[in-house]
């Protein structure tokens, strides 16, 4: 059965990369594998990082080597065109890169200007057409950014455009801090729908303010289909202490099942994914979709 | 400033009657007493029910004798005609009366059939029409039931016109067990919306799974503007373990607020009173609206 909505599954990157504890390489293997059986449609799973900077994510060329066999798209972040090589030597033929829609978020998070970010994205979305690999290009900060506020979504048409023009597999629009609202949401990704389509359109919410489940409605009623998300939850930030993380899979698969969209995920194998994660992190993680597994009647009054 | 959404707190009553920690009146008068001097436009203080079936809710009628002089529509729940004229006794001029969709709700609650439960409200309209009180009629389960399984959108219509009929102050739509998807919601409260208008209609959901503010969005998509929803997101169920609460006050309020609709709520004094009740009750409540107040910078990837 084909899948109303694909969901991109980042725990084993954006879950992992912001953790206090350090999962073994062994442990990374064996997320990537339980996640792999789920039914999930394409899997993150790490970045070409250098190690110096996160930790989290050194030996992700080794996880690449040994990727379970599963008809599933893989795919991992990388900063820059150095790390695409990398990632493209270790066999991975999709690669995400970030670009952040504001200067001083780009400056905060790569140390690099606003234009220079573009010209580094321009010349890996080159590189990667003439290698015949796939890029989805994350515009960061889409909706408000921690330093400058709230982003003109003119700006952000603007860059989605000269982005687009560079034929990436996918752009992402993403909620970097968990500041969106529904119907910033809902009008941007219409706009960006009516121009692109949602074929090569996708969304990335963070679940920061309670608000990430009423963000991807948002734009599943503005037809985005394609959503990253994270099992558990994982995620959030070691710059907003407390954050929650990215919206969990778990609670994307339940919103979209009970909407009548099939994602073609399994909910008991996905909810064991999320328990065998909880054990490597140390503390219990999870959405809130244990509830698909509970039968509980009740007789609350309203 | 008038508000442009109308927020009904019931922490006092939806939220504690279900705790297995029972507040003392002198607590629940002290929540009162903070919750009125948020800004919120109105407050359930409790319930008129047998102290033997709801201890929580014992001495109702002391907190009603004591209401803070503040400019609220205070109000209680009351389950049939007896807790009406309880209420009305103890100067109550608002009462909530809560009827399910479902023939086997009403038996499982209050041990009376669909045609009893509908009989009884009918009658307490009535009275309440001669005495000049106003009645919120709650439809519980009108998305879910927790023994017959979805709800027939046909059957919650031909209800809400019944009750409507009997002219309450408002009809309010009740996601009892947190079931609901924004896009059921939608559908439904745009219909009563079509049909009714806005004014006399409201919503009450719980974040069971993590949909609830996705289901206060496309309620007020619908055109939705008076919600119930419960300080701290207190609430759950004895009936379903471990069941989340009550849409958060705090969290419907950033919501709104940050799609720049007026609540009239003061964060600050709102996330007070959501402190002094995890007090109160011993472990901590409280949506995710803390970040309002957090002023962190951060400089995640994506």
């Given at each position: 059965m084909a899948v109303d909505v694909i969901i991109k599954e980042v725990a084993p990157r954006d879950g992992l990369q912001a953790q206090p504890k350090h999962l073994t390489l062994e442990q990374r293997q064996q997320l990537i594998e339980e996640l792999a059986v789920t039914g999930l449609t394409e899997l993150e799973i790490g970045s070409f990082v250098s190690p110096k900077a996160v930790p989290q994510m050194a030996g992700t060329?080794?996880?690449a080597s040994q990727l379970p066999a599963q008809p599933l798209d893989y795919s991992a972040l990388v900063p820059n065109l150095k790390g695409y090589q990398l990632a493209r030597a270790a066999g991975i033929n999709t690669v995400a890169i970030a670009v952040a829609a504001t200067e001083?978020?780009?400056q905060a998070n790569i140390r690099m200007s606003l234009e220079q970010t573009f010209a580094m994205a321009d010349e890996l979305l080159a590189s990667a057409r003439a290698d015949g690999s796939a890029v989805h290009a994350y515009l960061a900060v889409a909706f408000e950014c921690p330093f400058e506020g709230k982003v003109d979504p003119a700006v952000v048409l603007s860059q989605a455009r000269h982005l687009m023009a560079q034929e990436p597999a996918r752009l992402v629009i993403a909620?970097?801090?968990g500041a969106a609202n529904p119907r910033d949401v809902k009008t941007l990704m219409s706009a960006l729908v009516a121009?692109?389509?949602?074929?090569r359109l996708g969304c990335h919410f963070h679940d920061?303010?309670?608000m990430g489940l009423a963000n991807v409605y948002a734009a599943l009623e503005a037809g985005i289909v394609q959503f990253d998300s994270a099992a558990g939850g994982l995620g959030g930030c070691p710059f907003a202490p407390g954050a929650k993380g990215n919206v969990a899979t778990?609670?994307?698969v339940l919103l979209c099942e009970s909407m009548g969209l099939n994602t073609g995920v399994s909910m008991p194998a996905l909810l064991s994914a999320v328990a065998s994660?909880?054990?490597m992190i140390g503390a219990p993680q999870g959405g809130r979709a244990h509830y698909w597994l509970s039968n509980n009647s009740n007789r609350c009054a309203s």
């Open positions: 060329d080794v996880l001083q978020m780009n909620d970097t801090i121009e692109f389509g949602p074929e920061t303010r309670a778990e609670d994307v994660l909880s054990d």
